[in-house]
């Protein structure tokens, strides 16, 4: 297991007349933060080496992961930050051969049920206006929901002056950091729809937004020991609606947490669609630090001219 992280770095340097200058550049990190090897088979016992004709062989194995560890950082459209998890098949020849080795990546995510995370369960609201008195309200139907599921959501909107409203955009973003270094992925952005150029007073309506048929790393935090220092890792979600209104510095929006878990819910399990009154705070799952004193070689090196 890997970590990757970027940060802005000031060097000072001098050029061949020797005038100084300083400079500012991207330094990127490699943390390994978990290594253990498995010995799958061994010379029987008084011998030193395996002898294996032209052929074709198999052996079964398996290992036990900790209890607690970050989630592989899933979509990704940059190279950092990242965490990466890979198993490394060596076969250990002559000391005059060079071994055989093959990387498989691997993606690795704990265990966040939605039914024992508060708020997990529950319906969400939110509320937001413009200075024309624009009202946007609604509530989630449900504050938690697993890859590929439907993101459903009741809104309502009060238009007292019959302002143009040319539409409502929904966005899903990643929000990740590992460390120092922080990224927002877009999972989905879209628009709302039948409601390009509103001018009604009201509107009430139930939108369900599917969710791209893609594994998203759930929502996590996580610390590590490493050289003295404490790095940490967080995975949250959160879903924007934008109300885009015709006219000057018109436009609004609202922010609504989203927890993203891997167990399913039942469907008996899942709330009535009925609005409550208070927003509900979204604690996110964690694991404790671990320090692992071992370090594997980086990830880049390791998968370099590897054919996966």
Not at 114 to 135: A, C, M, T, Y
Not at 261 to 289: D, H, K, L
Request: a positive charge.
């Amino acid at each position: 297991g890997e970590l990757g992280y970027s940060t802005q770095e000031v060097r000072h340097c001098r050029n061949a007349n020797g005038i100084q200058r300083t400079e500012h550049y991207t330094k990127y990190h490699q943390v390994p933060f978990l290594k253990f090897r498995v010995s799958i088979v061994q010379p029987e016992y008084g011998q030193r080496e395996i002898i294996l004709y032209r052929g074709q062989y198999s052996w079964p194995f398996q290992f036990v992961l900790p209890n607690q560890l970050p989630p592989s950082l899933i979509p990704s459209t940059i190279a950092y930050p990242y965490v990466k998890y890979y198993a490394r098949i060596v076969l250990d020849k002559p000391w005059y051969k060079p071994n055989a080795k093959q990387v498989y990546p691997l993606t690795i995510f704990p265990r966040v049920d939605l039914r024992h995370i508060p708020g997990g369960q529950q319906q969400v609201s939110f509320s937001n206006e413009n200075r024309k008195k624009i009202r946007l309200q609604g509530y989630l139907m449900r504050g938690g929901i697993l890859s590929g599921e439907t993101l459903s959501t009741h809104i309502r909107l009060d238009n007292p002056k019959r302002s143009e409203i040319k539409r409502i955009e929904a966005t899903l973003i990643q929000h990740r950091q590992v460390a120092r270094s922080y990224h927002a992925e877009t999972i989905f952005q879209l628009n709302l729809p039948d409601l390009r150029e509103f001018s009604g007073t009201e509107l009430q309506r139930n939108f369900d937004l599917v969710l791209p048929e893609i594994r998203m790393s759930p929502t996590y935090t996580y610390m590590s020991q490493y050289s003295n220092q404490t790095l940490g890792i967080s995975i949250r979600y959160e879903l924007i609606l934008v109300v885009k209104v015709r006219g000057l510095f018109t436009d609004f929006k609202v922010s609504i947490p989203v927890i993203v878990g891997t167990e399913q819910i039942s469907t008996e399990q899942q709330p009535f669609r009925q609005p409550i009154n208070n927003p509900i705070e979204m604690p996110t799952a964690s694991a404790p630090v671990f320090d692992y004193e071992e370090l594997p070689p980086s990830y880049d090196t390791v998968v370099m001219n590897q054919k996966i």
